[in-house]
């Protein structure tokens, strides 16, 4: 079991500035951009901040350049090795291969086959360990300590947090009248980015973060108040799936994080359609997550400004097919984007494209 509580330093936002300088010669901005059909249908102002667009489909390279920039030479000589269902073991390999460190990546049995195959192709060693995430970590920690390599945390990382809370700058400069930032959970560090700067920059803003109502061990953890492992779990969005949550996300997100929202897997699949239409870009479930928790919760979005984080695109064709090959759900999205606006929802006239300023 995951130790209850986190002891070591908690990233700051000096630690994200930071972070933005090194990871700057490497990552280019992504794009934050406004979303009209999404305005029209939340009454809300409403930006997508395109996470799937770098080079690893997702977020959480950020994270990986930061930490393997830091590493000393001797664990530069040693080696590292993670676990993880692909984003963060994406994120690893890529980065440890500008930096010239050698990489093993621990991912579960029957893992999607695109992650893997994209995590050997960036020159890590992939090994298939355990039947879920979870029983992946536990071997690598195993492994880690009798190989003597650095073991590199997929959460209880300060330096992994500090970058991915890029993104959330990147936010800021391009929108720092921002209301709302919704965020997927898995783990938890990339919306523990998010509350570390916003709450920093402009502390009412609200952030929100999502999980899959059949991995919710965060939510539920943040709700009771102590730390709680799921037996079991279920959700097609492997980015989101967990049945652990770890101590340094959740000290974060129970100091900063102001809801924590649940939604179903059929509401991930129809935001993929949603995001695939109203967008144009290609999201993995997890990246959908944000998508769908405001389609949830659109009520008590009218006339505010949200960010949603479309944290990744890593989708295999066959999870797209299977999306895609529902006739049902597919016109009932298309049915909601289409339907005329409600009276007074619409937020004012919305430029298409990136936010204005905005990098594309």
Not at 85 to 109: D, L
Not at 337 to 352: F, K, N, V, Y
Request: charged share 25%.
């Amino acid at each position: 079991m995951p130790d209850e509580a986190w002891t070591g330093p908690l990233p700051t936002i000096r630690d994200v500035v930071r972070a933005r300088r090194v990871i700057a010669p490497h990552l280019s901005r992504t794009p934050l951009v406004r979303a009209p059909a999404l305005e029209r249908l939340l009454g809300a102002r409403v930006f997508v901040k395109c996470e799937n667009l770098l080079p690893t489909g997702a977020f959480k390279v950020r994270g990986g350049i930061n930490l393997v920039h830091a590493l000393t030479a001797e664990e530069r000589r040693r080696g590292i090795i993670t676990a993880s269902t692909g984003n963060h073991g994406q994120s690893i390999a890529y980065a440890a291969r500008v930096f010239g460190v050698r990489a093993t990546i621990v991912a579960p049995r029957g893992n999607n086959p695109l992650k893997v195959a994209a995590m050997r192709a960036l020159g890590a060693e992939v090994v298939l360990e355990g039947r879920d995430f979870d029983e992946a970590r536990e071997w690598t920690e195993r492994t880690a300590a009798s190989e003597g390599l650095r073991y590199v945390h997929s959460a209880n990382e300060p330096l992994l947090i500090a970058g991915v809370g890029t993104a959330s700058l990147e936010v800021f400069d391009e929108v720092p009248d921002v209301d709302l930032i919704i965020v997927p959970i898995g783990a938890g560090s990339g919306a523990c980015g998010h509350c570390i700067v916003a709450k920093m920059l402009n502390p009412g803003v609200r952030v929100i973060g999502v999980q899959a109502e059949g991995a919710n061990p965060v939510e539920r953890s943040l709700r009771e108040g102590r730390m709680v492992r799921l037996e079991r779990m279920h959700t097609f969005a492997e980015g989101i799936a967990t049945r652990v949550p770890f101590a340094l996300p959740l000290a974060i997100l129970r100091a900063h994080l102001d809801e924590a929202v649940l939604v179903s897997d059929e509401e991930l699949r129809r935001a993929v359609l949603v995001l695939a239409e109203a967008v144009r870009q290609t999201a993995e479930g997890a990246g959908a997550a944000s998508t769908a928790a405001a389609l949830r919760l659109r009520d008590g979005l009218r006339g505010r400004t949200v960010v949603l984080i479309l944290s990744g695109g890593n989708i295999t064709l066959d999870t797209l097919h299977e999306i895609y090959a529902d006739r049902a759900r597919v016109d009932a999205v298309t049915g909601m984007l289409r339907a005329p606006a409600e009276a007074g929802q619409t937020p004012g006239a919305a430029a298409p494209g990136p936010a204005e300023g905005g990098s594309v």
